[in-house]
T-cell receptor
Framework: SQQGEEDPQALSIQEGENATMNCSYKTSINNLQWYRQNSGRGLVHLILIRSNEREKHSGRLRVTLDTSKKSSSLLITASRAADTASYFC???????????FGQGTRLTINP | EPEVTQTPSHQVTQMGQEVILRCVPI?????FYWYRQILGQKVEFLVS????????KSEIFDDQFSVERPDGSNFTLKIRSTKLEDSAMYFC??????????????FGPGTRLTVT
């Protein structure tokens, strides 16, 4: 399996509900970043969590990182129709510049 | 808020032709990147550029690809002889080190390259 894997691959919920997406990775990381991509558009940076951090908040977003399990989760609370997008985790491993992206979770918020 | 810009938004070219994709990174950033995303697939790293030289590249970034920072603002990706499989969305990104450690990479809107 590859460095970044998200699950689920697709998630469909009702507006107002919370959405949780998970990401797993293989190697030691320097940091992990979450991005959003609207269909056919660019990548919007959401949040960066360092390897020595366990949780981080930004508005309705909450990211956790468990380096012992090599996993991260992104929680979007009180979802809105505008949150409909694909969400990617990207890891930066120690000593490297590049980000390694997962396959993404396609989130659909139903009004 | 400053952002990464890319031109053109869509480029159609014939197989074997050269293309140049252009990017203007955020002005005070020092690291520059190109990634690509083939339709329906994950975003893949191509190359990173720092201090006027390539600092890291992937196996995708072969002799057909080159990057340049021709002036103080632009960052370009050239594909010398395009192939059908080069069709993808190409993203430019930039970032700059922080005293506190890790930094974000900010992405442009992408250039959709279609090779026919």
């Amino acid at each position: 399996s590859q460095q970044g894997e998200e699950d689920p691959q697709a998630l469909s919920i009702q507006e107002g509900e919370n959405a949780t997406m998970n990401c797993s990775y293989k190697t030691s990381i320097n940091n992990l970043q979450w991005y959003r991509q609207n269909s056919g558009r660019g990548l919007v940076h959401l949040i960066l969590i360092r390897s020595n951090e366990r949780e981080k908040h930004s508005g309705r977003l909450r990211v956790t990182l468990d380096t012992s399990k090599k996993s991260s989760s992104l929680l979007i609370t009180a979802s809105r129709a505008a949150d409909t997008a694909s969400y990617f985790c990207a890891t930066r491993i120690q000593g490297a510049q590049k980000l390694v992206f997962g396959q993404g979770t396609r989130l659909t918020i139903n009004p | 808020e400053p952002e990464v810009t890319q031109t053109p938004s869509h480029q159609v070219t014939q197989m074997g032709q050269e293309v140049i994709l252009r990017c203007v990174p955020i002005s005070n950033h020092l690291y520059f990147y190109w990634y690509r995303q083939i339709l329906g697939q994950k975003v893949e790293f191509l190359v990173s550029f720092y201090n006027n030289e390539i600092s890291e590249k992937s196996e995708i970034f072969d002799d057909q690809f080159s990057v340049e920072r021709p002036d103080g603002s632009n960052f370009t990706l050239k594909i010398r002889s395009t192939k059908l499989e080069d069709s993808a969305m190409y993203f430019c990104a930039s970032g700059t080190p922080r005293a506190s450690g890790p930094y974000e990479q900010y992405f442009g809107p992408g250039t959709r390259l279609t090779v026919t």
